[in-house]
């Protein structure tokens, strides 16, 4: 007598039973490593710029944002789509920013709606200052541990999966949509 399987026990007996497609043993090994490395990684971002500039890795990347747009401005939800955020959070992480002075909201003036969010001058000096800090943590727990083939390799892999998370059809589930 076969042992009975726990995920066929309430199912018909004619049923088929679908068995999940799980890790192989090495697939396991790299998706923890992937976890761990960006865990530590996020880790590492974010307590050095606490530590230099008083302000999380999130944030730290909307204020590079707008500072690389046209007029240092982006509308709010165009700007949680570069985050990969949602516009809940994004509206709570503009507010902070507002309260430090770095960026000011905008009304949209062809959207009643829609605002923009705006650097400011004081925030264009605190991302100068804290921009080169960051390089170097960023520079020191990434691309100085790989060769160039290696970040050439990071750089595809990274790309095909974003890709592949950032359905294009209408109703996708992404944070910015929600």
């Known amino acids: 007598m076969e042992p009975m399987n726990t995920a066929s026990a309430s199912a018909p007996a004619s049923a088929p039973v679908d068995e999940p497609n799980w890790l192989t043993d090495e697939e396991q090994r790299v998706w923890r490593s992937y976890i761990e490395a960006a865990t530590l990684l996020e880790d590492h971002l974010d307590r050095q710029l606490q530590r230099d500039a008083g302000m999380p890795h999130v944030y730290y990347g909307l204020l590079v944002k707008l500072a690389e747009s046209p007029r240092r401005r982006l509308r709010m939800t165009e700007l949680a789509m570069h ?18 002075g770095w960026v000011r ?74």
């Open 105 to 178: 909201r905008e009304d949209c003036p062809s959207d009643k709606r829609g605002q923009f969010a705006v650097l400011t001058d004081q925030g264009l000096e605190v991302l100068k200052q804290s921009a080169p800090g960051h390089v170097a943590a960023v520079r020191q727990a990434v691309f100085d541990r790989l060769t160039p083939q290696q970040q050439k390799s990071l750089g595809e892999i990274m790309r095909i999966v974003a890709e592949g998370l950032q359905p294009s059809e209408a109703g996708a589930d992404l944070p910015w949509l929600r």
């Open 83 to 100: 985050a990969k955020i949602t516009r809940s959070r994004l509206s709570h992480a503009v507010a902070r920013l507002e309260k430090n």
